[in-house]
Nanobody, 115 residues
Framework: QVHIVESGGGLVQPGGSLRLSCAVS????????MGWYRQAPGKQRELVAR???????NYADSVKGRFTISRDNAKNTVSLQMNSLKPEDTGVYYC?????????WGQGTQVTVSS
């Protein structure tokens, strides 16, 4: 079975930074892509950023220039560096991976941007 552990969430003031990390373990072969989604109160879960194995990245327009996604293929980890955080970035952030057998989600980590 696949196990996903997210970390790095917390409370930060507007303009501050956080770094989220996601570690994947279990019986897997060839992770096609990894990414981060978020869900704010009263809203649907939305894509924040995705990275394809040593290929390309995709970002939501709202985070371009502020967030950076990175991946360590050997360690099966993905991170999200979040800078210049805004109150509207508040939400639960979920790690997602896609493998040959399907997609998997972490339990989420809370990010709160408030003064």
């Amino acid at each position: 079975q696949v196990h996903i552990v997210e970390s790095g969430g917390g409370l930060v003031q507007p303009g501050g930074s956080l770094r989220l990390s996601c570690a994947v373990s279990g019986t897997i072969f060839g992770i096609y892509d990894m990414g981060w989604y978020r869900q704010a109160p009263g809203k649907q879960r939305e894509l924040v950023a995705r990275i394809i194995r040593s290929a390309s990245t995709n970002y939501a327009d709202s985070v371009k220039g502020r967030f950076t996604i990175s991946r360590d293929n050997a360690k099966n980890t993905v991170s999200l560096q979040m800078n210049s955080l805004k109150p509207e970035d508040t939400g639960v952030y979920y790690c997602n991976i896609n493998v040959a057998s399907g997609g998997y989600w972490g339990q989420g980590t809370q990010v709160t941007v408030s003064s």
